[in-house]
């Protein structure tokens, strides 16, 4: 049993970081590294200048930040952590030795005892698989710390180039909004515009100015956001986005067993699977010490300058008197009803999740495409029509201005519709490997009146 405790009392080769970067390499197609050497360090950061070396794409995002995020490079040593926990229950006990003087009258007796905790090594092989387990816990939880520090960053990416997106749009709109206003104030001055006609024509470029300053601000913020999930400072932080979001896919995903495969590959769902059998564990253990939790068993040796040497063994356990071990075992039985519950719960949620994620996303998909196909080219051909009007004279230029108003209001709907499809697809992936955090499809957040496009 010495033997093969200690053969199993040792630390692995990886420190556990196989199965996170497994979860990298399968789920997401990105490489991972535990960064613990300055060697590591100089790896990662020449890979990370490399991908900052151009306009940054969600996938490269997505790797800079499973490289370089310092908080994911924290929670990788827990695992070290946990891994030294788990060596220490699988090593032996260290024997304990007493050594007492006696002295009556001349003589001398010297007595000397070597003891051993024979309970923990009993309770040693248990003790070790409940550690395992902890251990493969916490090798779950980093795989999904992984995967859920991928979807946020590429959430934060989808937002921060739709934030830039719309800057340049919003000042696009400006500039026409600025032209606006001064052609409406010089036509007041040689009397062909009314005071009333001219306000109209200030409000909408003083709408136009504060909706900037609007877009400015959110452009700041989930750029901001994404520098941080990225763990990117000083030069790092300047790095180029592309100018548009991705175009919509042709078709949505058709995904008619979609509990059944979130349920077989979610992390969350074998997390607290595995949890449930750690409590049970613990509760046989529990059982296993209720009556004796504290054996002791030694050798001793006296020895006297007046009488011959005495040798002979002792052991050592505690009485079970008045602690009869009930109150051990019923917490250990409610713990495990507890665990059982939250397993059942995780999987119910889980179905939940994974359904609200798909009906985002094809809700997304459909409400994007119709922005696509009916309403930009329907505001364009009006625009067209319009125009036409204009340079036949039938209309003026305050009615183009007005025509071209709706229509940067449905182009800037179209790129919103976009961003919350690119949204709700990052959490229908999460959803099918983990606990996603699913938010409300954002509708546009400007007032029409932000728009001049007739240019876009």
């Excluded at 449905?410 to 949204?423: F, P, Q, T």
């Amino acid at each position: 049993m010495t033997a093969l405790l200690g053969g199993c009392a040792s630390f692995s080769a990886d420190g556990g970081f196989a199965t996170a970067e497994q979860a990298a390499r399968d789920r997401l197609g990105k490489d991972l590294r535990w960064v613990r050497s300055d060697a590591d360090r100089e790896l990662v950061e020449r890979r990370v200048s490399e991908l900052l070396g151009q306009p940054l794409a969600a996938d490269d995002a997505v790797q800079i930040a499973l490289l370089n995020n310092r908080g994911l490079q924290a929670s990788f040593f827990e695992l070290g952590i946990t891994e030294a926990e788990v060596v220490q229950a699988g090593r032996l006990p260290n024997p304990g030795f007493t050594f007492a003087r006696l002295q009556r009258g001349s003589e001398v007796e010297l007595e000397r005892g070597l003891h051993f905790n024979l309970a923990r090594l009993i309770a040693m092989p248990l003790v070790a698989r409940m550690e395992s387990r902890r251990f493969e816990q916490t090798r779950q939880r980093v795989a999904m710390n992984v995967l859920s520090l991928a979807a946020e960053t590429r959430k934060a990416w989808i937002h921060a180039v739709a934030a830039e997106e719309r800057v340049r749009y919003t000042r696009k709109v400006m500039l026409a909004a600025e032209a606006s206003a001064e052609l409406a104030r010089r036509m007041e001055r040689v009397g062909n515009f009314s005071k009333l006609q001219r306000a109209r024509e200030q409000g909408f470029y003083a709408d136009a100015a504060l909706n900037l300053a609007r877009a400015e601000q959110l452009q700041r913020s989930t750029r901001e956001r994404l520098t941080r999930l990225l763990g990117l400072w000083g030069t790092q932080t300047q790095f180029a986005l592309p100018e548009r979001l991705p175009d919509l896919p042709n078709a949505a995903q058709d995904l008619p067993d979609i509990e059944r495969v979130a349920l077989a590959q979610r992390l969350d769902v074998q997390g607290a699977k595995l949890a449930s059998e750690q409590t049970a564990s613990n509760l046989g253990l529990t059982q296993a010490t209720r009556f004796v939790n504290v054996l002791e068993i030694g050798a001793l040796r006296n020895s006297s300058n007046e009488a011959p040497t005495q040798r002979g063994w002792e052991i050592g356990f505690e009485l079970p008197l008045f602690d009869w071990g009930e109150a051990r075992v019923a917490r250990s039985q409610a713990v495990y009803m507890q665990a059982l519950n939250r397993a059942a719960e995780t999987a119910i949620n889980a179905r939940s999740e994974v359904r609200e994620a798909y009906g985002n996303y094809r809700s997304a998909y459909d409400i994007a495409r119709h922005h696509r196909d009916e309403i930009v080219p329907l505001r364009q051909r009006i625009g067209e029509e319009n125009l036409l009007r204009y340079n036949g004279m039938l209309i003026g230029v305050f009615e183009l201005l007005a025509d071209a108003r709706s229509q940067i209001a449905s182009v800037n709907g179209a790129i919103e519709a976009l961003r919350d499809y690119w949204i709700a697809r990052a959490d229908l992936d999460m959803a099918l490997i983990g606990k996603p955090s699913l938010a409300a499809l954002a509708g546009p957040s400007m007032a029409p009146a932000e728009s001049g496009g007739a240019a876009h």
